[in-house]
């Protein structure tokens, strides 16, 4: 077996003192939401360019910082399109290599939408944030498609459900991204998150297993009534996972009666127009139980959506978000911390949008 000389490892005795002591580096006490802020930085030209902001979609900042807990070992995110699921993962990222570094394993869908996100998504949080870069050892073997591999010690694999991957050595951080697009049964073994999740129980309350997704398969019971106040429907996929978890929905206060809803599409009102844009364009969610009326852009002196989550709050099942702001009653106890938010209150998609999209598909849906 052949020994590499230090010099051929590091340039000078400084660079090894400075490798050796990140190796050793206590955590930096943040959270991951705060980690975030503090140093990710996004350059998407035409759309956003500077340091990334909580308050961009702030529902984001308790499931972010659930990721780090010591209460739970897995976490489970219901969203739609539009409302920064797969920035959750790069926060995640972002603050496990700079804050608090564990080996790390980002689960997508196949070998090719792996390579697809370590090149866009990877390599660009690599490219515009200094200081994860900085940590990112410039070695051929160190920084491949499929392996990032960090001063720290610490390692980020992409990799896709395979029985192979999914039942190798102990990681103690793992991500699945649009689970509902993965085969629920990997090769008779059990699902991909109980497959993954099983990699994480060596590292006991240190470690977590999450998922994310937008609801993928049909309803098994159609005529199913909930139990509970956030109970999903039964379904094999996210929605599944989700209903194992505590069970958090995504709450708004209303500015004028002070009683809480959840932004649902089903609370948006717009005129029944056969200009389809038209009927778009006047959207507005109406509070269910004084029945005002909220536009998507502030109006009449009445918040926005922007405005609204804000001031949002996540009500675990069981709970009651109170008029005076305090929380009565008993909350669901579990192991895995579950997220579900519904598109009308996602920060990047328009009520015009989803209402347009909607009328339009309704139409064609009749028409053939």
Known sequence: ????????????????????????????????????????????????VGDWQNEMAPYLAEVMDELASNVFTGLVFVGPAQCGKTDIFLNWQTYSVVCDPADMMLIQTSNTTARDFSIRRVDRLHRHSEEVAKRLIQRRDADNTFDKQYSSGMMVSLSWPTINELSGKPIPRLWLTDYDRMDQDIDGEGSPFDLAKKRATTFGSHGMCAAESSPGFTVENPKWMPKTKHEAPPTKGILSLYNRGDKRRWYWRCVNCKN???????????????DFMEAAEMVTMQCPHCEIDYSHEPSGGMPGKYEMNTMGRWVKDGLFWMPDGSMEGKGYRSDIASFWLKGAAAAFASWKTLVFNYITAEREYENT
């Open 1 to 48: 077996m052949s020994i590499h000389p230090i010099h051929s490892l590091f340039d000078n005795l400084y660079d090894l003192v400075v490798e050796t002591a990140e190796g050793v580096r206590p955590p930096e006490r943040l959270t991951v939401s705060e980690a975030a802020e503090k140093y990710r930085k996004l350059n998407n030209p035409g759309a956003y």
């Open 260 to 274: 809480t809803f959840e932004p649902d599409f089903n609370l948006l009102r717009y005129p029944d127009s056969r």
